[in-house]
Structures are given as C-alpha cells and as structure tokens.
C-alpha cells in the first residue's frame, strides 16, 4: 500500500526514475509541450515547478541548482532566462496538464503536460 507515500515509482529503479525525469523536463523546456502517460505527466509537473520556483530568482545559484538537475547548457540557459521570468508574479501553477487519448497497444492514458503563460 502507498498511502501517503511521497512520489511514483513508475516500475522503475531509482537511476532510472531520476534518468527518466530529467531527459522528460529537457524536452518540455525545449518544446513547450510533449506528450506522456498521465502518472508521468503528474510526477514530472512537481519536478519541473520546483525547478522553476527556484530558476525564478535568475541568480547565480539559479543556474547552478537548475543545472545540477538538468545537466544541460541549454535547456538551463532557457528556463532560466526565458520560462522562469514568465512567472514571476505567479506563486506555482506553471504546469497544465491536458488528458487526451487511451494508447492502443497498452491502454496507458496519455496526456499533454504545457507550460501554462
């Protein structure tokens, strides 16, 4: 049982999760908008808030946890100087998440998780 249990595992290792986290909120700060399973789109809207929250104070350090993250120039670079000031008015909510379609081969529900501005 999972109650009150803090995160998803997604049927993955803990590397693997992380790994997965990482290269998934690369692509949504390149594109703007990708689609995922739900359970992923869920678990990747509090990873990627966070990292927002803190990209919004545009500092130094800003970068530097941002790309302790990431681990790339520049999906960093962006975030930071171009999705994060967006929001510097808003107080989370940076995320939406759209359902939209049952996957064939699985029937995975799939949605489309956007930066919201």
């Given at each position: 049982?999972?109650?009150?249990?803090?995160?998803?595992?997604?049927?993955?290792?803990?590397?693997?999760?992380?790994?997965?986290?990482?290269?998934?909120?690369?692509?949504?700060?390149?594109?703007?908008?990708?689609?995922?399973?739900?359970?992923?789109?869920?678990?990747?809207?509090?990873?990627?808030?966070?990292?927002?929250?803190?990209?919004?104070?545009?500092?130094?350090?800003?970068?530097r946890?941002?790309?302790?993250?990431?681990?790339?120039?520049?999906?960093?670079?962006r975030?930071?100087?171009?999705?994060?000031?967006?929001?510097?008015?808003?107080?989370?909510?940076y995320?939406?998440?759209?359902?939209?379609?049952?996957?064939?081969?699985?029937?995975?529900?799939?949605?489309?998780?956007?930066?919201?501005?």
């Open positions: 049982m999972r109650h009150k249990h803090g995160y998803r595992k997604l049927g993955r290792t803990s590397s693997h999760r992380k790994a997965l986290l990482k290269n998934l909120a690369i692509a949504l700060i390149k594109s703007g908008k990708i689609e995922t399973t739900l359970p992923k789109a869920k678990e990747l809207r509090v990873y990627v808030e966070k990292l927002i929250t803190r990209a919004r104070l545009g500092d130094f350090n800003a970068h946890v941002v790309f302790a993250n990431l681990q790339d120039k520049t999906s960093t670079h975030l930071v100087n171009e999705i994060a000031p967006n929001f510097k008015e808003r107080n989370g909510g995320t939406r998440i759209i359902k939209t379609r049952i996957r064939r081969g699985d029937a995975a529900e799939m949605a489309f998780i956007e930066f919201v501005a």
